[in-house]
């Protein structure tokens, strides 16, 4: 079992930042990639950005620039800076973690989701 607990969200205007976390927890051996995807009313949930336990990174080019990701594996912690938000970044932004579990198997993990809203 493995468990992500999101939390950062909110109502922001314009130009404005946000910083989500996501923790994740249970039985895990190791995380091989965490990520941020959103999903905007009326449109299919999209990639915002991923690290993998290399460091590599990568970014929908509609955030490149404004949004970073970055991983606090002492804490099993992932953590998207969101910096310039505009408007059509509200979205339900939810937490991906590909795992190994300590018995040995894949895990695909998906956190809750939670709420940016960016007023213009």
């Known amino acids: 079992q493995v468990q992500l607990v999101e939390s950062g969200g909110g109502l922001v205007q314009a130009g404005g930042s946000l910083r989500l976390s996501c923790a994740a927890s249970?039985?895990?051996?190791?995380?091989?990639?965490m990520g941020w995807y959103r999903q905007a009313p009326g449109k299919p949930r999209e990639l915002a950005a991923a690290?993998?336990?290399?460091?590599?990174?990568n970014y929908a080019d509609s955030v490149k620039g404004r949004f970073t990701i970055s991983r606090d594996d002492a804490k099993n912690t992932v953590y998207l800076q969101m910096n310039g938000l505009k408007p059509e970044d509200t979205a339900i932004y939810s937490c991906?973690?590909?795992?190994?579990?300590?018995?040995?198997?894949?895990?695909?993990?998906w956190g809750q989701g939670t709420q940016v809203t960016v007023s213009s």
């Open positions: 991906n973690a590909q795992i190994t579990s300590d018995s040995g198997y894949y895990l695909n993990s």
């Open positions: 249970g039985s895990i051996f190791s995380i091989n990639v």
């Open positions: 690290l993998t336990s290399g460091g590599s990174t």
